[in-house]
Each structure stands twice: as structure tokens, then as C-alpha cells.
């Protein structure tokens, strides 16, 4: 057993602080009821005093919610804490939290206050708090940045005037592990009293090290972590609930912690907010990104193939995803390859394996990402049993606004190459016009159709073709990235089906 941490999940005010997070009633609300499934501890539903809406907000989320703490942020003034309990009054379990800066840069310059005026604020506004409410949580802001004694002086008094919770903030993000967990401990032997009350922590990720910090805070003490889903907040944002979480859970033999946390509904609750705000996590932000379970390389998804663990150190199940993710492309290997196909449909004999993935990689070389769609095409173009009788050399196009189309193709035909240059009506007509010359038989184009069959830039090209001679239709397939390439390809494929037809097994002496 290791010791339980409460959550505090701070989207719905310190994650709302986000530039372009902002989030209406209704919105706030799908996100507080999503908390609730996820099973954190404490909701803070927003500041009451801030706005009109952020009231009715709190004052719905505490209506609604019925198995967390809902809480709402005051000031240490008597108005937002009035305030704050109008709208979290309605809560199963409602909490007030107060806050006023400690550290002297933000009492001189901000508060314009003497040390002593904020002590004695900050109690008087905690006694204020509690005779509304018994769950009173007292945040001293800049904490990191004041001096230790001068915390523990005010962290008594308060918890004297009856705060439930102190919560120790780093801010700005200034912290590291060792200091914090250092200072915090600094904090608990000059607060005499501090065994009656939860700690707190609150870290903001200006140095990347928000998640770190809060799990440093716990060796010295702290019992509860203040984090928002994605990570969003204030500047460079809060600590992520899903890190923290995740941490907690997949590292238990050393941090020796665990939470309440349904964990299975992380990823549900990153895109529900991401949809919600419209800003869209990094894919490779830890547990919630795009890539956090996709693997490319080839090297990386064979171990995952053979044993998962080999390069997974949690289960994309464990946060709610239904699978891990293989992504094909140019570090890709033979193993991930050959189980897509087989996902696919497709049982191929090595000599083909070994033919489609020569495909395959030459195609990755070209495109980002290849999808299924992709190497269905592969797959599909290398089972064709018809020869290859005309097979494609290379080719060239002439071509511009200003002169005739020309192109210039090259076939191989068993060991002769064989070169025509054709004008046209466009290069493809022009690429036909040469293939037919090559071939020597009057063939009718009867139709062509190009389309993309991926999406991107990069999208391969897939062209069919109809050819008809002496009354029977052939028809060919070909697939690029470049458009006039995959139709040179299709118009050869169904020429050499055509010549199979015509001439049967001994086709390429005939043909040659
Ligand atoms: C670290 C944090 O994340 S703290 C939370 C930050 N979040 C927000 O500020 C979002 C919501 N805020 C708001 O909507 C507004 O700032 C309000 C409604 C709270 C106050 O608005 P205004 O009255 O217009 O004041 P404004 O924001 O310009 O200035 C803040 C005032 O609060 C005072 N103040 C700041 N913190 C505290 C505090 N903890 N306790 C008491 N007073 C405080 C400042 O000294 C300043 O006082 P002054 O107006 O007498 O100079
Ligand atoms: C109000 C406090 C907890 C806060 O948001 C901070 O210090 O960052």
C-alpha cells in the first residue's frame, strides 16, 4: 500500500487562466462531469468573483457534482469569499479556497503590504472563510519565492484559525525537485501544528519541471497535488493530472504512492478538453499525445510485437486507448510490416514479402507517413501474378504553357530497351501515345481515372486504366506519388495483361 494522494484538478480555474482556454457554462460543466468519472478528488470550478459566468459555473459544477470537493478561489477579501460560498454552498463537499501572496517581491510590489498586515489578512480571512465553511484551503502565493520561516510562521496561524489544507505553490515555476522537497521539510519543522492540516502542492511548469516537483513535494510530505488535464494553466501551465497520475501508478516501487484515479479515463478527458478548447496536446506530450503509444521504428516495433513491455512501460489500455500504434514508415522493418498485412488479409509468401516490402520502403522514402490504404495498393500491384512484360525504364516529359506536351518513355521488353517520344494533348496522353507506339497495336484508351488514396501532400496517386483491343477490355492500375507515373503504370499494367491474353505463356518472345 503505498500512501494515497488526493487529486485536485485545477483545469476548470487555473487550466481556464490559458490563453484561448476560456470555457462557457455548458462546456464547464462537461468537463466537471468528466472529473467526476475520472474519479479526482477536488474540482476547483473556477474564481466566483471573477465574472458573472465563472459565478454560475461554480455554482452549477458544485450543483451537479456529487463525489468530489468542489471548490472555488477567493482572494483573502471578505467580498470573494462571500462570494465563493454563495456558489459552492449547493456542493456535497464544498471548499473554499483562499490565497494571498507571501514572497517579498509580490507583498511590496502587488499587495503594496507589510508581512505582518498579510498574516494577519490571511487569518482573519480564513476565520472569515470557515464560518461558512468547515473545508477551508489556504494557498500562499509565490510560496517558492518567499522565505521558508516567514511561510511557516503564517501556515501556523492559519491552520490555528482553522485552514484544512495549506497548499505550498511554486508559482512561477522556479523550483527544483531537491529544493522543493528541502524547503518543504524546512516549512514542516517550524510549523508546529502542520500535522493538522493536508500539504498541498501547486506547480506551474515555466522550467518544464512542474510534474517532477510535485512528486519531489511528496517525500517531504505533501498529500495533495494540484494539476490540470493536459497540463494547461497559466504561462507554460500547471503539472498534468495524466503525468502525475501515470507516475504515480506505473512507479509505485519507488515513489510509494497511489490515488483514487480511474485512469482509464485520461484520454477520454484530454480530448474532451481539447475539443472543448480547441487547443490540440503536442503528439509527443507524455500519456496523451498523438505518439505517446505509436511506435516507427523498426527495431522499436518488432520488440513490441514479440513483448510489448520491451518498449511500453504502461498499457495504451490503461489510459483509456483501445491499442497501441503502429506507424509504417521508412524505419519501419520486415516484422511490423508483414503483421499489417497479415491484419490486413494478406498471408504472402516470403519471395512477395520480400517484394512488397522493397515497395514499401521505397514508397516510405518518398511519403511520411504510408497507410493501409497505401500498402493494400502495394500489396495488391506485387501479388499480380500477370508478367511483366513491358516493364517501365524511365520517362520524361516536355511539357508547359508555351509548347506541345512531349514525352519521351522508355520500356524494357525482356533485354531490349526500347525508347518512343510522343506529342500530346498533356503529358499523360503524350506518356500513352509513346507506350503505344512501343507496343505496336492500335489500342483504344476506353477510360482513365486518377485519385488520391491518401491524404496529405504526399498522397500516392492511383490511376486506372481501360484499354480495349480487338473487343476485350484490359484494364491496369498504378500507383505513385507522382500522378503521371502511377498512370504510366497503369497504362503498362494493362498492356501487359492485354499481351498475356493475346500471346499466352511464351508472351515476352512474342512480344519482343
Ligand atoms: C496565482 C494565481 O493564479 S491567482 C489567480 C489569478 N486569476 C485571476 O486573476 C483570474 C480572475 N481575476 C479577475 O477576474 C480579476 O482580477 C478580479 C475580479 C479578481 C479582480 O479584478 P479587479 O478588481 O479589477 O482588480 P485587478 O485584477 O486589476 O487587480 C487585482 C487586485 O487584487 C489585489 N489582490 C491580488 N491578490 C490578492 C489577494 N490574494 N488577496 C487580496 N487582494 C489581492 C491586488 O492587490 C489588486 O488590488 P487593487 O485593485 O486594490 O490594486
Ligand atoms: C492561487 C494559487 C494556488 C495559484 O494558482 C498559484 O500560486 O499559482
Not at 483545469?11 to 462537461?30: A, H, V
Not at 503502429?326 to 517484394?355: I, P, T
Not at 500498402?375 to 501479388?383: F, G, K, L, R, T
Request: hydrophobic fraction near 40%.
Amino acid at each position: 500500500m503505498g500512501k494515497n494522494i488526493k487529486i485536485f484538478d485545477t483545469t476548470l480555474r487555473d487550466g481556464e487562466q490559458s490563453p484561448g482556454c476560456s470555457m462557457n457554462l455548458q462546456e464547464k460543466i462537461k468537463v466537471a462531469k468528466q472529473l467526476e468519472l475520472l474519479k479526482v478528488d477536488v474540482i476547483e470550478a473556477g474564481f466566483a468573483i471573477a465574472s458573472q459566468g465563472d459565478f454560475n459555473s461554480v455554482k452549477e459544477v458544485a450543483q451537479i457534482i456529487k463525489n468530489s470537493t468542489v471548490a472555488s478561489l477567493a482572494r483573502a477579501l471578505p467580498k470573494d469569499i462571500d462570494y465563493a460560498w454563495e456558489a459552492v454552498k449547493y456542493a456535497v463537499r464544498p471548499r473554499i479556497h483562499t490565497f494571498i501572496a507571501t514572497s517579498d517581491i509580490h507583498m511590496k510590489h502587488k499587495l503594496k503590504m507589510k508581512p505582518e498586515e498579510v498574516i494577519e489578512r490571511a487569518v482573519a480571512m480564513v476565520k472569515y472563510a470557515k464560518k461558512y465553511c468547515e473545508d477551508i484551503e489556504f494557498s500562499a502565493e509565490d510560496g517558492t519565492r518567499s522565505d521558508p520561516k516567514f511561510l511557516a510562521q503564517i501556515y501556523e496561524k492559519v491552520i490555528e484559525a482553522g485552514a484544512t489544507v495549506i497548499n505550498i505553490p511554486d508559482t512561477v515555476g522556479y523550483t527544483t525537485p531537491e529544493e522543493y522537497y528541502e524547503f518543504i521539510t524546512k516549512i514542516k519543522e517550524n510549523t508546529s501544528n502542520i500535522h493538522k492540516a493536508e500539504i498541498s502542492v501547486h506547480c506551474h511548469n515555466d522550467l518544464g519541471l512542474a510534474v517532477a516537483n510535485t512528486l519531489a513535494a511528496a517525500k517531504a510530505g505533501a498529500t495533495q497535488f494540484e494539476c490540470t488535464i493536459n497540463g494547461i494553466g497559466e504561462r507554460a501551465g500547471n503539472a498534468a493530472l495524466e503525468e502525475i497520475v501515470m507516475a504515480i501508478n506505473t512507479r509505485k516501487d519507488v515513489l510509494g504512492l497511489e490515488c483514487n484515479i480511474d485512469t482509464t479515463q485520461i484520454m477520454r478527458s484530454s480530448r474532451l478538453l481539447s475539443t472543448i478548447t480547441g487547443v490540440q496536446v503536442q503528439p509527443n506530450k507524455a500519456i496523451v499525445g498523438a505518439n505517446a503509444f505509436a511506435h516507427e521504428s523498426g527495431i522499436h516495433q518488432h520488440g513490441v510485437l514479440e513483448e510489448r513491455s520491451t518498449y511500453e512501460i504502461m498499457t495504451p489500455e490503461s489510459i483509456g486507448l483501445t491499442t497501441n500504434k503502429m506507424v509504417l514508415g521508412k524505419h519501419s522493418g520486415r516484422h511490423a510490416f508483414n503483421e499489417r498485412l497479415k491484419s490486413l488479409g494478406y498471408n504472402l509468401s516470403d519471395e512477395d514479402l520480400s517484394k512488397a516490402f522493397k515497395q514499401f520502403k521505397d514508397l516510405a522514402d518518398k511519403k511520411k507517413v504510408v497507410y493501409n490504404r497505401d500498402i493494400e495498393a502495394i500489396v495488391s500491384e506485387e501479388i499480380i501474378e500477370i508478367p511483366q512484360t513491358y516493364k517501365l525504364e524511365r520517362f520524361v516529359i516536355n511539357s508547359g504553357n508555351v509548347i506541345s506536351t512531349t514525352a519521351s518513355i522508355a520500356l524494357r521488353v525482356k533485354d531490349k530497351l526500347i525508347e518512343e517520344a510522343m506529342v500530346g494533348d498533356g503529358p499523360v496522353d503524350a506518356a500513352f501515345k509513346a507506350i503505344e507506339k512501343i507496343v505496336g497495336m492500335d489500342i483504344i484508351l476506353e477510360d482513365y481515372k486518377l485519385h488520391s488514396v491518401t491524404e496529405g501532400k504526399d498522397a500516392q496517386g492511383e490511376a486506372i486504366v481501360k484499354i480495349k483491343y480487338d473487343g476485350k477490355m484490359y484494364r491496369g492500375r498504378g500507383l505513385s506519388t507522382d500522378v503521371v507515373e502511377a498512370s504510366i503504370k497503369a497504362y503498362i499494367s494493362a498492356v501487359n495483361k492485354m499481351s498475356y491474353e493475346i500471346y499466352g505463356k511464351d508472351k515476352e518472345e512474342k512480344a519482343s
